[in-house]
């Protein structure tokens, strides 16, 4: 008989040796590990399978050529934005990978190397990763939608030798060159990479410098093929940079063994998916779950993945999730909320689902931000399948919790993102780090040491890891999010406990608009929250004291403001809402009351906080709050 999920759980908190030396018996290593755990390796408590050797790159394709999928598709590539579908088998991959793995290591790329990736939704974004993972370089992958300046933060961070771009991304209906992003990034980072290949898409050409750029299809039509190069369990795979609370972003580190391990196992375990099988997340590869999920995971376990350029509404509408699930035969796909948000707007009686046959859809999993009950019970009606919250983050790397499909199916619990997954200790804590009762409120912190596929390490930042992470709760990593922990284990969570927000599902920091808003030459004082939104979970809106004696008008104010979000953060920050006021409401010592204005803005009742220095204050917020909208009827 199988064990049941408590019993493996269990057996994975006890005997973690035994429990994820099995999972990475699956793997092709080139030598053995020496130990699979080495505790106390690392500030983080744990080195996973040192002293193995093995490819990722390997593993995700090579492997499954040898062993008779070379004709299975790999990757599926559908584009509603330029109307194309293209599939690559395994072993085309492997032919492209290995074939621009040797383009890099003709400019002298090699182990240990680090490549910036800025690409939109193409499949030569993730041939370029899985063409560093082959050589053993380090890629970091930036999304699209951030900003030069974000994009120069990044390259001066990880000092990459080359940089991969394209000419231009599509979003939805609008074309966006990329090139110039590149090129002012450029200016703007001290560093300088040695070289950068460009992909040109139709839409665009690009302009290359000469001595610098060079084009992506001409470098790879001139290489030799290059074989995988075996490199320590231990070494880094690629760095993804995420928010932190200030403007320098925290470089996530990721280990090659223990990651191909963690996610393989994911892929049967949480996902309950076999290799043959279609899985598609509709994410991008600028965030951990396209790099997860669109790439490693997938193709480390022989499942087909699909890398979609589109979105959920406009390409063409509301029923392109549906057609990409039968046309594809889609068994299991992960989304993020605020796209069933945007899909049940336009088409709430779930009409654009009629048309397709939708019988080999097993399961939709999602993350990302917290699902509303109204979302999750839409989705399951309308599609008739389990529909699954599982909670992660970027530098966890795979679902801290969830309901693991492929053990035990357990009963849905709405609101709770299912009981800590096999590897993961998760407690609700007081501040002084001991257990609050079952159904209380605490911060959530997971045991160290934290299983294999999570962060090793930050990039260059080590100190700063510690700090952030393990300093606050000794012997347990801190996630930053509060909730609670049920009876029967089910993990709650509501909050986060520092000044994150999730805005469409994606990672911001209201700390770094705020510091952006303060360079404003007019501006003496601001304050960025997260305030509810209908679609996106959270947008950020600010408000703006002004420096004595400026006179301008204040319209125009607010509009440098919020230009100013756009340009040093990007677009992805969708800051579209500021006002100007006199003041901002704070506690006798001077801190800003960040949560009452929220409060407000949500349209929650409000009890004057005991520590405020002027209660009247909080009516002129309402009404300045009130100018630009909030708080808004939902
Ligand atoms: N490159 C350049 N710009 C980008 C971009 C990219 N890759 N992605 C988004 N942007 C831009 C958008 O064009 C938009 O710009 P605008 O202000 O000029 O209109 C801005 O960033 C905000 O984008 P977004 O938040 O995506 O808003 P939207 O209104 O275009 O779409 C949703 C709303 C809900 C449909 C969309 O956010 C979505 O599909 N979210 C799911 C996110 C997800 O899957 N996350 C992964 C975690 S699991
Ligand atoms: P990211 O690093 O971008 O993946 O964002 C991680 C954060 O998103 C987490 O710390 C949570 O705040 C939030 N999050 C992710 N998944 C969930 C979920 N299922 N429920 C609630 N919040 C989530």
Redesign the pocket.
Known sequence: MSPTFDELHRRSLDDPEGFWGEAAARLEWSRPWTTVLERGGSPAGARWFAGGRLNTCHNALDVHVARGRGDQAALIYDSPVTGTIETFTFRELRDAVARFAGALAARGIGRGDRVVVYMPMVPEAAIAMLACARLGAVHSVVFGGFAPAELAVRIDDARPKAIVSASCGIEGRKVIPYKPLLDEALERARHEPDCCIILQREAVAASLVAGRDLDWREVAAAAAPHDCVEVEATDPLYILY??GTTGQPKGVVRDHGGHAVALAWTMRNIYGVEPGDVYWAASDVG???GHSYIVYGPLLNGNTTILYEGKPVGTPDAGAFWRVIEQHGVKVMFTAPTALRAIKREDPDGALLAPYDLSRFATLF??????DTDTLDWAGQRLGVPVI???????TGWAI?ANCLGIERLPVKPGS?GPAAPGWDVRAVDAANREVARGETGALVARLPLPPGAFTTLWGAEERFVDTYLREFPGYYK???AGHVDEDGYVF?M??TDD?I?VA???LSTGEMEEVLATHPDVAECAVLGVRDELKGQVPIGLVVLKSGVERDEGEIVSEVIARVREQIGPIACFRAAAVVDRLPKTRSGKILRGTIQRIADGEKVAVPATIDDPAILDEMAVALGVIGYPRPL
């Open positions: 995420t928010s965030w951990v779950v999602l993350a990302g931000e917290r699902c919250d599982h909670w992660w983050q970027t530098e919790c993102a996630t930053a999010d969570i909050a986060r994150i999730n599902a994606h990672r």
